[in-house]
């Protein structure tokens, strides 16, 4: 089974009694292998005092079954002034995915970059979703993972560019985290980021924490401050066992929550299930989906899911897609340079891939210079502005881009039918129609449930000042 391995009880232990075997056979029936199974008093206890039930039955004074101000105040006063989560009496559904018919379950299983050592879990996804939104992991305590990364925008970003924890702006658009757990695709297993730096999804959570514009939290003394938190004890057995809070719990906690973030129950879903006729795609939409899949004229390799590939409609490797000359200072001051104040001056544009220094990632171009890895484009229609930098406000100014406004460039990965070197900018040369058929298309990938489920949503108390 991918992801699980299972666990050998020492030999001295093999015989105590046969409630030990009896309880390893409901383990092995439950498919938890692979990670601690904490026993029924732990999972009772994860939320322990912060669980619904118990935080309304101390401080919900008017017994209206929610906090009102005053109420949120006295909360708040009894826990020292800081914000606290408000959980469930047990775990949410984390660990499921629910599966459309019309997706086949090896893909998905081939797709799923889920560690043996860091099975998906729901104690370890509620531990996740408490640490992504507690503002306690920045240094100054006012940012979290979510402050850049919000649910009603698929979890990126609506502004161009991300404010971090002083204030300042951080050097990229903020990315979707929406089926991050199925990226390895196409034989490859690319990176996290737009530059593919973090290997692992569990190197890149603790990234941001660590920078210097996002969080700017040193890990040793971000240990030290979660170990004082009231809340985090009991969420940490639960997870893992045991009590003992670390980076790397820390990092397969959030990995485990975001990796929970699967999207697959969009109109394009419900349509290619065909459960109901009244949500068939319309003959635009379904015109978008034809060039989309199977390209312009039917050539493949004009095809947007030759990158993009569905249905979890992720990226296997950083592609150029000819938005700049990148790595060739800039002679004059354009509109556009100044605007992204990326080429301003004759400072080298965003090169991407390209600044690690890795050997090329296609035999066909000499470098990376230039490549970015985007990421699922389930939910695009709420995940503008697009590309590394933001430059596009609309699906529409992507699509143009496309079509006509690629520019040349030596690591450019896409084919064109007119790629002729004296041309300043091509691209697929859409019509007006295609272009509007593709837009629909996209919109057809947001998922109305994904965005609204409560469990992907902010669990504390905060002040209502």
């Known amino acids: 089974m991918r992801g699980r391995t299972m666990t050998i009880l020492p030999h001295s232990c093999r015989c105590k009694s046969a409630r030990v075997a009896v309880g390893l056979v409901l383990v092995l029936l439950a498919g938890t292998l692979g990670a601690p199974t904490p026993c029924r008093a732990q999972v009772a206890g994860e939320a322990g005092t912060f669980s619904r039930p118990r935080l309304l039955k101390r401080f919900d004074t008017n017994t209206d079954g929610n906090l009102n101000d005053a109420e949120t105040t006295a909360l708040r006063q009894a826990f020292g002034g800081i914000d606290v989560p408000m959980l469930p009496s047990g775990p949410l559904n984390y660990s499921r995915v629910r599966r459309p018919p019309h997706v086949d379950a090896s893909h998905l299983a081939g797709a799923d970059n889920t560690p043996e050592i860091n ?11 408490v640490l992504f939104y507690d503002r306690q992991l920045s240094r100054n305590l006012t940012t979290a993972c979510a402050s850049c990364h919000l649910q009603r925008a698929a979890f990126t970003d609506p502004r161009q560019f991300s404010r971090g924890f002083k204030g300042k ?12 757990r199925f990226t390895n695709l196409n034989g490859q297993r690319p990176g996290f980021f737009w530059d593919e730096r973090a290997a692992t999804l569990e190197d890149q959570v603790l990234l941001p924490i660590q920078d210097p514009v996002e969080m700017g939290m040193k890990l040793e003394e971000l240990i030290p401050r979660l170990r004082k938190l009231p809340y985090y004890p009991d969420l940490f057995r639960a997870a893992f066992g045991s009590k003992s809070i670390t980076s790397s719990r820390v990092a397969r906690a959030l990995a485990q929550f975001v990796r929970s973030m ?6 394009y879903d419900r349509a290619a299930a065909r459960k109901d006729d009244d949500i068939a795609l319309t003959r635009l939409e379904q015109q978008g989906e034809t060039l ?9 390799e004009f095809a947007c899911a030759m990158c993009h590939v569905p249905p979890t409609f992720n990226m296997p490797k950083a592609q150029n897609i000819g938005l700049d000359l990148t790595g060739i200072k800039s002679t004059r001051k354009t509109k556009a340079a100044k605007d992204r104040k990326s080429a301003k001056g004759g400072k080298p544009l965003d090169r991407g891939l390209g600044e690690l220094g890795r050997p090329s990632n296609d035999p066909f171009t000499p470098s990376n210079d230039g490549k970015f890895k985007a990421p699922s484009l389930r939910n695009v229609a709420l995940t503008a502005p697009y590309m590394h930098d933001g430059r596009f406000k609309t699906l529409e100014q992507v699509i143009a881009h496309y079509s006509g406004k690629v520019r040349p460039h030596p690591n450019l990965g896409l084919a064109f039918e007119d790629n002729s070197s004296d041309k300043r900018e091509s691209g697929f040369q859409f ?35």
């Open 431 to 465: 019509n007006k129609t295609q272009q509007q058929a593709l837009v629909a298309f996209l919109k057809t990938l947001t998922d109305k449930s994904f965005v609204a489920d409560a469990k992907f949503s902010d669990p504390f108390i905060r002040s209502r000042k």
């Open 169 to 180: 702006l951080t050097r990229r658009n903020s990315m979707s985290l929406v089926n991050l």
């Open 292 to 300: 989309f899949v199977e390209g312009v004229g039917g050539i493949a």
């Open 262 to 267: 699967v999207s697959l129950d969009s109109r």
């Open 119 to 129: 099975p998906l879990t729901n104690h370890g996804a509620t531990l996740g979703r």
